[in-house]
């Protein structure tokens, strides 16, 4: 095993960013669709300062070429227990123990920092493993959740949205559901935040050792805030009982830099208000009004546990396809 050096990245250095950058990108090749953020995004992304997370980047350097990175996050409101590592490797350079090492330095610095478990996600093929997914096994990752990755075209999958709406506004039975592209209306917003303080503990999980975040209005605002100075759009809509009160909400969020790719954040609806359609209904709210603010959107990515059966059945209909497996693995520190 060569001995790296692995410099800790100073995310306003831009020609040390894109270096870091161009590894991952490099490294996400291999995945069924292009899922790794576009450089005019993460140019702005990584370096935003955030209230919620702590992000260090590293780069591992053999012989003065940049051969590995790894990102780590760490969680300063909710889940402060936990950091987020993900190691990347050149194809060119695997096998030769350049993801061992930026490992075993992500794992320090998160145990310096006083984390007790790391959690990680490594894509698959449907019916296979993939380097990332073996690496995590022989490091001591199990896997604590497993999700399929799906991908609709909205291009196609639109065409048969018309009949779905039909069928959703005729089992809302006195609930309603709102949209919106920019802050929550304010009768709402505790509401919400009250929905999104359960939302962790009401999805499938698996083994996870995720707890609870707690929302506030004001998290709200300044998360509404942080988005707009970073170019990014959560599209939400919120579903509400028929005496107006917030019982589910849906959210498909994109970059103002690409908005080519978007991805669902999530999707609940409280257990006891299940079964008006309201999953379908704010789904196709949500991927309607992404539609119309940004016809250049091409797909939007989610990802179910195969154990949701309920949304998986949404997905399905609105013409979501299965492109990989995500694995959620997870190691507690000693």
């Given at each position: 095993m060569s001995d790296l050096e692995i410099r800790e990245v100073d995310v306003h250095d831009e020609a040390a960013l894109r270096t870091w950058w161009e590894v991952g990108h490099a490294a996400s090749a291999e995945r069924p669709f292009d899922?790794?953020?576009?450089?005019?995004?993460?140019?702005?992304?990584?370096?935003?300062?955030?209230?919620?997370?702590?992000?260090?980047?590293?780069?591992?350097?053999?012989?003065g070429a940049a051969v590995g990175t790894a990102l780590v996050v760490e969680f300063?409101?909710?889940?402060?227990?936990?950091?987020?590592?993900?190691?990347?490797?050149?194809?060119?350079?695997?096998?030769?123990?350049?993801?061992?090492?930026?490992?075993?330095?992500?794992?320090?610095?998160?145990?310096?920092?006083g984390r007790t478990s790391i959690i990680s996600s490594a894509f698959a093929p449907v019916d296979g493993e993939s380097p990332?997914?073996?690496?995590?096994?022989?490091?001591?990752?199990?896997?604590?959740?497993?999700?399929?990755?799906?991908?609709?075209?909205?291009?196609?999958?639109?065409?048969?949205?018309?009949?779905?709406?039909?069928?959703?506004?005729?089992?809302?039975?006195?609930?309603?559901?709102?949209v919106f592209d920019g802050p929550c209306p304010e009768e709402h917003v505790q509401g919400f935040a009250d929905v999104l303080s359960v939302f962790i503990g009401a999805i499938p999980s698996g083994d996870l050792d995720l707890e609870d975040?707690?929302?506030?209005?004001?998290?709200?605002?300044?998360?509404?805030?942080?988005?707009?100075?970073?170019?990014?759009?959560?599209?939400?809509?919120?579903?509400?009982?028929?005496?107006?009160e917030v019982c589910g909400f849906s959210?498909?969020?994109?970059?103002?830099?690409?908005?080519?790719?978007?991805?669902?954040?999530?999707?609940?609806v409280v257990p006891e208000h299940r079964g008006h359609r309201l999953g379908l209904a704010m789904k196709l709210l949500t991927h309607g009004r992404v539609r119309e603010l940004f016809p250049e959107c091409e797909f939007i990515e989610t990802g179910n546990?195969?154990?949701?059966?309920?949304?998986?059945?949404?997905?399905?209909?609105?013409?979501y396809r299965v492109v990989e497996r995500c694995l959620d693995v997870q190691k507690r520190l000693a």
């Open positions: 899922a790794w953020p576009a450089w005019e995004v993460s140019r702005v992304a990584l370096p935003f300062p955030r209230t919620d997370s702590a992000i260090t980047l590293l780069t591992a350097f053999d012989a300063l409101l909710d889940n402060t227990h936990l950091a987020e590592v993900t190691v990347y490797v050149d194809p060119a350079q695997r096998r030769r123990g350049f993801g061992t090492q930026l490992l075993d330095e992500a794992e320090e610095r998160v145990r310096r920092s990332g997914s073996l690496f995590a096994a022989a490091r001591g990752y199990p896997v604590g959740s497993a999700e399929e990755t799906k991908l609709v075209d909205l291009a196609t999958a639109t065409e048969s949205w018309g009949s779905l709406q039909d069928e959703a506004d005729a089992g809302l039975d006195g609930y309603s559901c709102i975040a707690q929302w506030t209005p004001e998290r709200i605002r300044l998360g509404e805030r942080e988005r707009v100075e970073a170019g990014r759009v959560n599209v939400t809509a919120l579903a509400l009982t028929p005496t107006a959210d498909v969020r994109l970059s103002r830099a690409d908005p080519r790719h978007a991805g669902v954040g999530g999707t609940l546990a195969g154990v949701n059966a309920p949304m998986n059945a949404v997905n399905e209909r609105m013409g």
